[in-house]
Structures are given as structure tokens and as C-alpha cells.
């Protein structure tokens, strides 16, 4: 079975910092892509940040750059997501995701839960 686990989550005030985690179980996740996406209440899913298999390469939305920082480690099949100058509207349930060549081949967490207020 595939899972993606992801930890981390937690109450931080505005201008906090917080390191998400993703874990992969069922797959060995040199082998995809890892994007970082969340959502907020009444809001629709977006991408926060992407890494490539390599990890050479790397994306974030407008609002995060600067703050948020995507790494792997391949060994460790882990993904994580370094945030920092924490603000409320990065308030989120912020989900991993593995992707490749197919839908088939795409998994997704079921999310943690990130707030930030004061």
C-alpha cells in the first residue's frame, strides 16, 4: 500500500517558523516529483512549493517565495517544507504530494494543519 504521512503542523504566531514532513511509505519517492500544496477554508487548493526528482529544480507560488524552502532526502524518503516569516494567511491544511507519468502514478497525504495567529 502507498501512503504519504505528513507532520509538522501546529500553532505558530505570525513571524514563526515551521518545518513540515513527508514520509513515504510504499514507494520510493526518488523515483517522483514532490509538490507541497494546502488549503484554507473556503478556499481552493494551491501549489506552495515543487521539487524534481533530482531536485535541481524547484518552484513556489508568488507568496511564499523568499520564506518557504522544499528539500528532499531521498534516502530517508522523506520530503519537508521550511517556513519562515510565518504570516496568517498561510494558515492552511497543507498537503505532499507524489506525482510521475500518470494520475495512476499520483499520490497525495491527507494533510496537516498549519495555524498561524497571534
Known amino acids: 500500500q502507498v501512503h504519504l504521512v505528513e507532520s509538522g503542523g501546529g500553532l505558530v504566531q505570525p513571524g514563526g517558523s515551521l518545518t513540515l514532513s513527508c514520509e513515504g511509505s510504499?514507494?520510493?519517492?526518488?523515483?517522483?516529483?514532490m509538490s507541497w500544496h494546502r488549503q484554507a477554508p473556503g478556499k481552493e487548493r494551491g501549489l506552495v512549493a515543487s521539487?524534481?526528482?533530482?531536485?535541481?529544480?524547484?518552484t513556489y507560488a508568488d507568496s511564499v517565495k523568499g520564506r518557504f524552502t522544499i528539500s528532499r532526502d531521498d534516502a530517508n524518503n522523506m520530503v519537508y517544507l521550511r517556513m519562515n516569516s510565518l504570516k496568517s494567511e498561510d494558515s492552511a491544511v497543507y498537503l505532499c504530494?507524489?506525482?510521475?507519468?500518470?494520475?495512476?502514478?499520483?499520490?497525495w497525504g491527507e494533510g496537516t494543519l498549519v495555524t498561524v495567529s497571534s
Open positions: 504530494k507524489a506525482f510521475r507519468d500518470s494520475a495512476q502514478n499520483t499520490y
Open positions: 510504499g514507494l520510493s519517492l526518488r523515483d517522483y516529483g
Open positions: 521539487i524534481s526528482r533530482s531536485g535541481k529544480s524547484t
